[in-house]
């Protein structure tokens, strides 16, 4: 008995001995303890309801899915959220209710006005929009190689995302373009979704962009959007007094193929980086916008027009 209960005595000692001799664990690394606090969501101030559009231009009545950001609060989302540059002026902002503007399913439209005189719009039942895709497309094109010697990315107009429409009823213009990028391995292609309201001596703007995967999502959105907007009495497009009125040196034509929004400056302080496929929309678009002159000295020429 004494025996087995030296032994016992002995085993321990040795077990002791050896865990004493065996170095203690590392304690793990900070960064495989600590997990990575996730990003706060980027909180936006902005309504629903009756919306007046600058200074008694225009309305938007709008529904608690969505929330309209002053221009001052749609400047702070563009570049503290969306890592634009200052100086874009905007009438302001629609963004989806409930959804982070920094989130990969945050999208927004951008608001603005351009006063460039009554649009005509005796050419919208005629225009041939394949056609007029295909000219977008090679002044893209063109573009795009003026970009590469530049040392920026390539741009390509894919198509459209949706064909545009008029309604002579309400003056209301939609359509949406698919952007791309001509870089080695990107895929990820870009939605820039499009409302134009016709008035008395101007348009007012309205461009939605996200990444093409939201594309029915945005689409059945600005449906909403093109309801609930427009301008106010005085300011109607059969508000237009042809004696005294000013004609806008384009058509609907020239609505879609982007020269409102060049003159409107939309996009000039819009050249930065947005977050994801917003990037490419901003980017794409204002090069789209910088070969628009010879799209349309190209189409003055065939005209007759210098």
Same mark, same amino acid.
């Given at each position: 008995?004494?025996?087995?209960?030296?032994?016992?005595?002995?085993?321990?000692?040795?077990?002791?001995?050896?865990?004493?001799?065996?170095?203690?664990? *590392?304690?793990?690394?900070?960064? *495989?303890?600590?997990?990575?606090?996730?990003?706060?969501?980027?909180?936006?101030?902005?309504?629903?309801?009756?919306?007046? %559009?600058?200074?008694?231009?225009?309305?938007?009545?709008?529904?608690?899915?969505?929330?309209?950001?002053?221009?001052?609060?749609?400047?702070?989302? %563009?570049? *503290?959220?969306?890592?634009?540059?200052?100086?874009?002026?905007?009438?302001?902002?629609?963004?989806?209710?409930?959804?982070?503007?920094?989130?990969?399913?945050?999208?927004?439209?951008?608001?603005?006005?351009?006063?460039?005189?009554?649009?005509?719009?005796?050419?919208?039942?005629?225009?041939?929009?394949?056609? @007029?895709?295909?000219?977008?497309?090679?002044?893209?094109?063109?573009?795009?190689?003026?970009?590469?010697?530049?040392?920026?990315?390539?741009?390509?107009?894919?198509?459209?995302?949706?064909?545009?429409?008029?309604?002579?009823?309400?003056?209301?213009?939609?359509?949406?373009? &698919?952007?791309?990028?001509? &870089?080695?391995?990107?895929?990820?292609?870009?939605?820039?979704?499009?409302?134009?309201? %016709?008035?008395?001596?101007?348009?007012?703007?309205?461009?939605?962009?996200?990444?093409?995967?939201?594309?029915?999502?945005?689409?059945?959105?600005?449906?909403?959007?093109?309801?609930?907007?427009?301008?106010?009495?005085?300011?109607?497009?059969?508000?237009?007094?042809?004696?005294?009125?000013?004609?806008?040196?384009?058509?609907?034509?020239?609505?879609?193929?982007?020269?409102?929004?060049?003159?409107?400056?939309?996009?000039?302080? %819009? @050249?930065?980086?947005? @977050?994801?496929?917003?990037?490419?929309v901003i980017a794409g678009v204002a090069a789209l916008f910088v070969g628009l002159s010879k799209l349309f000295k190209r189409r003055g020429n065939e005209d007759g027009t210098p």
């Amino acid at each position: 008995m004494q025996g087995r209960w030296w032994l016992s005595w002995m085993l321990s000692v040795v077990a002791v001995s050896a865990w004493a001799q065996v170095p203690a664990a *590392e304690p793990p690394a900070q960064a *495989e303890v600590v997990e990575e606090a996730d990003e706060p969501p980027f909180v936006v101030n902005g309504r629903s309801g009756t919306v007046e %559009l600058g200074d008694g231009l225009a309305r938007m009545e709008v529904p608690d899915n969505f929330l309209y950001l002053a221009p001052e609060e749609a400047a702070r989302v %563009l570049e *503290e959220a969306w890592g634009n540059p200052p100086g874009a002026p905007t009438l302001g902002m629609l963004v989806p209710a409930n959804v982070d503007v920094t989130a990969p399913e945050g999208w927004g439209v951008i608001i603005n006005y351009a006063d460039d005189g009554h649009v005509e719009d005796e050419d919208a039942s005629s225009i041939d929009y394949a056609d @007029l895709l295909k000219e977008m497309q090679e002044s893209t094109r063109e573009e795009s190689a003026e970009r590469k010697q530049a040392g920026y990315g390539g741009i390509e107009l894919v198509g459209w995302a949706a064909t545009p429409h008029y309604d002579p009823g309400t003056r209301k213009l939609y359509w949406a373009k &698919e952007l791309g990028s001509t &870089e080695e391995g990107a895929s990820e292609h870009s939605l820039n979704y499009n409302v134009r309201i %016709l008035g008395k001596e101007g348009v007012l703007v309205l461009n939605a962009v996200s990444d093409m995967s939201q594309l029915p999502h945005v689409e059945k959105d600005m449906q909403q959007v093109l309801g609930f907007t427009s301008f106010k009495p005085g300011h109607r497009y059969e508000d237009f007094d042809p004696s005294t009125g000013r004609v806008a040196a384009y058509g609907v034509a020239g609505l879609v193929a982007g020269k409102v929004a060049a003159k409107a400056g939309l996009f000039k302080g %819009l @050249l930065a980086a947005l @977050l994801a496929a917003k990037k490419l929309v901003i980017a794409g678009v204002a090069a789209l916008f910088v070969g628009l002159s010879k799209l349309f000295k190209r189409r003055g020429n065939e005209d007759g027009t210098p």
